[in-house]
């Protein structure tokens, strides 16, 4: 099997992850925070020394407001539900996935928030910004967008949308989990989101099931859940402070681990996304060239949709999974993105490369895609 | 029979923090000033107020320059502690 899957979650992970994972089995296998043994406090060093290599990575000063999450959709409801109060106004872009634009809708649909869906210009940045503009408020109190669409690859111009809401006096969150590990997120200077939301079984390389909310407001955020947290055990409350009020129960030991893995693989990997850009480019381009293959934006990230003509994009994925080759076919969790871009009818099958890509394999795509065109089938 | 009492740090060389996540940031920043310590958990700060983790330094360490590194890197210590 070749896998062209990594925006669903990054495959194979490096050696560095997997041993880094291990030790959460030998080294570091008590509970962060909830003890005085020695492998208690070495347990907790290390989920420390991961909060600060997230935060490092994302150029940010406070590693005490890395929170670790099941995943980036619990960071976003975390996030989105902390904030928002009765009568307040959202703004979020035509692109979003699901784990944005749900929780928002649920909140919209019980009557507690308004909201507003900006269109993207994936053409040109200067038209979304004036879009998101266009739609804020006095009573908008966030602003959302996805920094990079998991359908289509576009990258949104998040640093004028996030001095957008601030100038407007509203919250900006980032869903960077098609981002973070690719691209430069600057916290301290030209992107000061007051949420970034990260998957960092994707382009971190962690494990599965573990997400990170970083947080870079003062703002008072209710909690989603309550329970242990190690601190303030005599209060009925949550601790006030971060991580603890965010965290309840005990953390992923075993994906935190294999974080500090995955980012020292990406330290050693400092030509990532060039590497897996010019891969996706010559695929792209190879792709154009096949008659009946649709092709909608060239890519600013390792993934992109496509389609044949006169099949579903389940049906071209499904075609492509029986020989051999592993993407996704359908809507991607996005159907906001699929209906922006008029393929809502069809879907589409996506592909999307990691670091252990190669031109062979890529080759190889492009002749099984010429032959499913040819075939159906 | 009495239960043994537990081994307890000098009070006037612990600084008791409000979770093991400030315990650390503690340790780390003072350790990047020279000064050691070791974080030990110790029920005298199990109270409202504290995890029970505390810094634990050596005798004769100059506790108002620890606290000023700590305050600076805004690290919140925790109330009730023997300072």
């Not at chain 1, 994302?58 to 902390?82: M, R, S, W, Y």
């Not at chain 1, 939301?197 to 971190?204: I, V």
């Not at chain 1, 209710?222 to 601190?231: D, F």
């Not at chain 2, 974080?39 to 634990?56: F, H, N, P, Q, W």
């Amino acid at each position: 099997m070749i896998y062209f899957d990594n925006a669903a979650t990054t495959f194979p992970k490096p050696v560095l992850t997997r041993e880094a994972a291990g030790a959460a089995f030998t080294r570091y296998g008590a509970n962060p925070g909830r003890g005085g043994h020695t492998m208690a406090i070495e347990t907790a060093q290390m989920v420390y020394r991961a909060r600060e290599g997230v935060a490092r990575l994302l150029h940010f000063d406070k590693p005490e407001n890395v929170v670790f999450t099941l995943n980036c959709t619990q960071g976003i409801n975390q996030a989105v539900k902390g904030v928002l109060r009765m009568g307040d106004h959202v703004v979020i872009s035509s692109l979003e996935h699901n784990a944005v634009y749900r929780p928002l809708e649920a909140l919209r649909r019980a009557g507690m928030i308004t909201l507003d869906i900006a269109p993207v210009d994936t053409e040109c940045p200067e038209n979304t910004v004036r879009a998101f503009e266009a739609c804020m408020t006095p009573k908008t109190r966030l602003v959302c967008c996805i920094h990079g669409s998991n359908v289509f690859g576009t990258l949104q111009p998040a640093e004028r949308l996030c001095a957008l809401a601030h100038e407007h006096g509203a919250l900006f969150l980032l869903d960077a989990a098609q981002t973070a590990g690719l691209v430069d997120i600057d916290m301290s200077g030209a992107l000061p989101a007051d949420f970034v939301c990260l998957a960092c079984h994707k382009g971190l390389y962690a494990p599965t099931a573990l997400g990170a909310l970083v947080v870079g407001t003062d703002t008072p955020i209710c909690t989603l859940l309550e329970g242990g947290s190690g601190s303030l055990s005599l209060e009925a409350e949550m601790p006030p402070f971060l991580p603890d009020r965010l965290e309840a129960g005990t953390v992923n030991t075993t994906g935190i681990a294999g974080l500090l893995g995955g980012l020292q693989f990406l330290r050693r990997q400092p030509r990532l996304y060039e590497n897996e850009m010019t891969l996706t480019h010559f695929l792209f381009d190879r792709l154009a060239r096949i008659p009946d293959v649709i092709l909608y934006r060239r890519p600013a990230l390792p993934v992109f949709s496509f389609g044949i003509r006169d099949m579903t994009g389940e049906a071209v994925a499904d075609a492509l999974a029986r020989r051999g080759f592993a993407l996704r076919g359908g809507f991607h969790c996005s159907p906001l993105a699929h209906r922006a871009m008029g393929t809502i009818e069809t879907g589409t099958a996506r592909v999307s490369l990691g670091a252990f890509n190669t031109m062979p394999q890529v080759q190889a795509l492009l002749r099984a895609v010429d032959t499913v065109r040819r075939t159906g089938q | 029979m009495q239960p043994r009492q537990p081994w307890r740090p000098d009070p006037s060389y612990t600084v008791p923090l409000t979770s093991i996540t400030y315990a650390i940031m503690a340790q780390n920043t003072l350790r990047a000033h020279g000064v050691r310590s070791n974080i030990i958990r110790d029920e005298r700060y199990y109270t409202g107020k504290s995890c029970g983790y505390a810094l634990s330094l050596r005798p004769g360490t100059n506790m108002g320059r620890v606290m000023e590194i700590l305050r600076e890197r805004g690290i919140k210590i925790a109330e009730g502690g023997g300072l």
